[in-house]
């Protein structure tokens, strides 16, 4: 009995949080220039990474299935550095 508690609250909590954790205090210290490696070190590996003309656009997203709250973040790679980084508000968390 206790193993089926446990399984049925690891998947309840797996399917409450889809994408992948990040904080946007680390997302403010991506910067222009970067490289890859830099930013997957500060920001753990993107969620998505979609190709479009010459360029990856690196995605972050995160959303809470109990909450209903979502985020995400995404910067534009050319050649395997930060092309374009977002304005990211102070008040985001």
């Known amino acids: 009995m206790n193993k089926l508690f446990v399984s049925a609250v690891l998947i309840s909590a797996l399917a409450g949080c889809a994408g992948t954790n990040f ?3 680390k997302a403010r210290q991506v910067q222009v220039g970067m490289t ?7 920001m753990g ?3 998505s990474v979609v190709s479009r003309e010459g360029t990856q ?3 972050w997203s995160q959303a809470n299935g109990f909450t209903g709250s979502s ?3 995404s ?4 050649n395997g550095k930060v ?3 977002p304005a990211i508000p102070e ?3």
């Not at 890859?36 to 500060?42: H, I, P």
């Not at 910067?75 to 050319?78: H, S, V």
Request: charged fraction near 25%.
């Open 23 to 25: 904080d946007f205090s």
């Open 36 to 42: 890859e490696a830099e930013v997957t070190s500060l």
């Open 83 to 85: 092309e374009s980084v």
């Open 71 to 73: 985020k995400s973040i």
């Open 45 to 47: 590996p993107p969620y």
């Open 75 to 78: 910067f534009i790679m050319r």
């Open 91 to 93: 008040s985001f968390k």
């Open 57 to 59: 656009i690196w995605v």
